[in-house]
């Protein structure tokens, strides 16, 4: 009898360790369906995104831009320096698109993850200054001063995506900044954690509502203003921005008021020196 029963509890503890194991054998498929769900709305979203964008935004002013040129400098029989203006006009909104598809094709890169970065120390303060150096006939154009870096750090990171971030982010400044106005750039340790290096690029221009802070990274949602001068832009430079900070190991943040101008802060490890 003894036997019988301490049988009985030898197969009913087998039961329940069996039941337990397939329990959180099935948690873990779930989760793994759950996380491979995610992706996959996630990817349908870029598309739909992608799509859009190609759709609306591009089809338009290549169209536009293919009829002006066949009906006014094709079939023009006159002098074309009389057409200089309208030429000009022309080859600004074609850049305009060139940039428009540069940005589109590297945020659907980085969003896929077919772009590999290569981290290396990096100067802060002079992927920065290169950045502000390359918009520095923009932002004068305009009458904004993008001011040199102040202070710096070595962090490890991609030089060329910590440059596209910083263009990005310097561009999106001057647009958004009035005549006059001025870019500032801060590196320094943060307050709270000394081993984290933050990068603030900070503009006096228009500034952001809640819910613009809100769909900010999202591109083809992102609630759009228009530049002091009219320039448009449509979400994927910071969305590009965000996914390759993030790739970097680092968080980016940003502070805005309505007419009080808007901050961008990036926050990256600190790379450790050798006696550390």
């Known amino acids: ?44 979203a ?70 590999k970065l290569t981290p290396q120390p990096t100067s802060v303060a002079a992927v920065a200054l290169e950045a502000g150096a390359d918009l520095q006939s923009t932002a004068s154009a305009k009458g904004v001063a993008i001011q040199a870096p102040d202070g710096d750090g ?3 990171a991609g030089p060329r995506a910590l440059a596209t971030v910083c263009r990005n982010l310097l561009s999106n400044a001057v647009k958004y900044s009035h005549p ?13 954690h000394p081993e ?12 952001m509502r809640p819910e613009q802070i809100a769909r900010l990274f999202i591109p083809g949602s992102t609630i759009l203003t228009l530049g002091t001068s009219g320039e448009q832009g449509k979400g994927f430079g910071l969305a590009t921005s965000k ?8 968080t980016m943040l940003v502070r805005s008021e309505p007419g009080r101008g808007t901050t961008f802060v990036i926050i990256f490890p600190i790379l450790p020196t050798r006696d550390e």
């Not at 006059?180 to 709270?192: A, F, L, N, W």
């Not at 996914?243 to 680092?250: A, I, R, T």
Request: with cysteine.
């Open 1 to 44: 009898l003894l036997g019988l029963l301490a049988a009985f509890f030898n197969l009913f503890g087998y039961s329940l360790l069996a039941s337990a194991k397939a329990e959180h054998d099935l948690l873990v498929r779930e989760d793994e369906k759950r996380r491979q769900n995610d992706e996959l709305k996630e990817t349908l």
């Open 46 to 115: 870029t598309k739909d995104t992608l799509i859009a964008v190609l759709g609306h935004d591009l089809r338009a002013p290549v169209w536009s831009a293919s009829r002006y040129v066949r009906g006014h400098l094709v079939e023009f029989d006159g002098d074309l320096n009389t057409k200089r203006e309208s030429i000009e006009t022309l080859a600004e909104g074609l850049e305009r698109i060139s940039s428009l598809l540069d940005s589109l094709l590297e945020w659907a890169m980085c969003a896929s993850g077919r772009i």
């Open 154 to 156: 070595t962090i490890l």
């Open 180 to 192: 006059g106005g001025k870019v500032s750039i801060r590196i320094e340790p943060t307050r709270d």
């Open 196 to 207: 984290r290096l933050s990068l603030a690029i900070s503009d006096d221009g228009v500034g």
């Open 243 to 250: 996914l390759f900070v993030e790739s970097m190991g680092g």
